[in-house]
């Protein structure tokens, strides 16, 4: 992230590779792991949909590891669990979700 501060400001950046999910604000000089161990969860028919909502302060930069892998990081075999986020502009946030 410090490389990014140098040519950006309040960026936020969503990377996918097998690795496990995570979230990361910076604020000055401060690094903060600000994901939530419980997501909301929510039954819809057969599926049950986590979600992890993170409002977005304009004055901080964020790195979102969204782990393509799932949420475990990798494929161990068997099918993955889907999962997928949406960015909303008003009020800012970056939303979330995985499927079961």
């Not at 990361?24 to 792991?33: G, K, S, V």
């Not at 994901?35 to 409002?55: C, D, Y």
């Not at 393509?68 to 997928?84: D, E, I, T, V, W």
Request: aromatic residues 10%.
């Amino acid at each position: 992230m410090r490389r990014g501060k140098l040519k950006l400001e309040n960026f936020i950046i969503l990377c996918g590779h097998q690795h496990i999910e995570a979230a990361i604000r910076q604020n000055q000089n401060e690094i903060t792991n600000i994901w939530p161990f419980q997501p909301v969860t929510e039954k819809i028919e057969s599926f049950v949909v986590h979600k992890r909502e993170f409002e977005i302060d304009k004055t901080s930069n964020y790195l979102f590891r969204v782990g393509l892998g799932g949420p475990q990081g990798h494929h161990s075999g068997g099918f993955a669990k889907p999962h997928f986020g949406v960015i909303q502009h008003d009020p800012k946030k970056v939303i979330l979700f995985g499927l079961e």
